[in-house]
T-cell receptor, first 113, second 117 residues
Framework: ELKVEQNPLFLSMQEGKNYTIYCNYS?????LYWYRQDPGKSLESLFV???NGAVKQEGRLMASLDTKARLSTLHITAAVHDLSATYFC?????????????WGAGTKLIIKP | GAVVSQHPSWVICKSGTSVKIECRSL??????MFWYRQFPKQSLMLMAT?????????EQGVEKDKFLINHASLTLSTLTVTSAHPEDSSFYIC?????????????FGEGSRLTVL
């Protein structure tokens, strides 16, 4: 059974700082997603990572995937208040799970001015 | 990117009534749509997989008679919460996969917040 663990679950940090959110998963998968959710809103797609070594960057966010370690990271550089949100990683469960997404618990990120 | 629209975005109803939530893929055809439920400060919980032209596949513990799913066309799936009770209050989110079942990207609707009084 595929399990996805995110770490940390909650993070409060000051603007200008860097930090990394980790997403570990338990079995092989071809696809990993990162989403952002603002309070009371639905999910916004950030990154789709499809292969080992994939690295994608958008603004102050950079995501990477190591399929051998079954680990993805979401790195925040020089954080700004607007990045405050809950971030979810999700892993494609493959054929065995009808290609459902298996979700991490989410990381609530608060960035203080 | 592709657009998935949910309606209504917020609904308040009395206990015992039924509520229908629509999920539409606006610029692509979706043979498969997913319905999620999210409790406050928690992750998404998959309720069911909706397949166009066939019965939905429900996750363990989800009452199919309680949460009726209809996927009548390639662009519309509906979730009906029947005889709603306060414990059904939640944030319901649909998603649709553009492209192949194992290759397409997943897009999410805006979510529907249900409050049952």
């Amino acid at each position: 059974e595929l399990k996805v663990e995110q770490n940390p679950l909650f993070l409060s940090m000051q603007e200008g700082k860097n930090y990394t959110i980790y997403c570990n998963y338990s079995t092989t998968s071809d696809r990993l997603y990162w989403y952002r959710q603002d309070p009371g809103k639905s999910l916004e797609s950030l990154f789709v990572l499809l292969s080992n070594g994939a690295v994608k960057q958008e603004g102050r966010l950079m995501a990477s995937l190591d399929t051998k370690a079954r680990l993805s990271t979401l790195h925040i550089t020089a954080a700004v208040h607007d990045l405050s949100a809950t971030y979810f990683c999700a892993v494609d469960g493959g054929a065995d799970s009808n290609y459902q997404l298996i979700w991490g618990a989410g990381t609530k990120l608060i960035i203080k001015p | 990117g592709a657009v998935v629209s949910q309606h209504p975005s917020w609904v308040i109803c009395k206990s015992g009534t039924s509520v229908k939530i629509e999920c539409r893929s606006l610029d692509f055809q979706a043979t498969t749509m997913f319905w999620y439920r999210q409790f406050p400060k928690q992750s998404l919980m998959l309720m069911a997989t909706s397949n166009e032209g066939s019965k939905a596949t429900y996750e363990q513990g989800v009452e199919k008679d309680k949460f009726l799913i209809n996927h009548a066309s390639l662009t519309l799936s509906t979730l009906t919460v029947t005889s709603a009770h306060p414990e059904d209050s939640s944030f319901y989110i649909c998603s649709a996969r553009e492209g192949g079942v194992n290759t397409g990207e997943l897009f999410f609707g805006e979510g529907s917040r249900l409050t049952v009084l």
